[in-house]
């Protein structure tokens, strides 16, 4: 039999039904498969990992690499294994991987104001509250910018 254990690798097209459902518990407004295929196939930019436990995918993020940041899309875990530490886990590797490109010296992301469960995980790991972003998600939501610096 073989040994489950947590793995971080990257996403693929196999992954997406896992990843959808994931995004639907997670998110207001989530993407689309259309919007993963994007990510995956075309955006020369993004950088899409899924954490696994055996063969399931339990969470994923989407982070893009421009220049000299980096920015969070998104970060979930699914719904019924939050609180493990396992967004923990996969945002640890998340910033590792992105400290590891030479140019970056910033990482960014958005979050909406009234998320407080996101946002202080976000603090947890240093990053700051730079601005508020009015009415930027389609329901009207404000967000939060955020961002870690990395490299001086």
């Excluded at 436990?53 to 969470?59: D, F, P």
């Excluded at 202080?120 to 730079?130: E, K, T």
Aim: proline letters at 2%.
């Amino acid at each position: 039999m073989e040994e489950k254990k947590l793995l971080v690798r990257p996403m693929s097209e196999k992954d997406l039904s896992d990843v959808l459902e994931i995004e639907k518990q997670g998110f207001i407004s989530p993407w689309t498969e259309s919007q993963f295929l994007y990510e995956l196939n075309e955006n020369p930019v993004a950088t899409l990992m899924v954490l696994t436990y055996g063969e399931k995918v339990i969470g994923f993020v989407d982070f893009w690499i421009t220049f000299d940041s980096a920015c969070i899309n998104q970060i979930a875990v699914i719904k019924e294994l939050r609180g493990h530490k396992l967004g923990k886990l996969l945002m640890t590797d998340t910033i590792a991987r992105i400290e590891g490109v030479e140019e970056v010296k910033a990482i960014t992301l958005e979050v909406r104001v009234h998320n407080d469960v996101a946002i202080n995980f976000y603090l947890s790991f240093d990053f700051d509250i730079v601005l508020t972003k009015k009415q930027y998600y389609d329901n009207g939501d404000d967000a939060y910018y955020m961002m870690k610096v990395v490299k001086e």
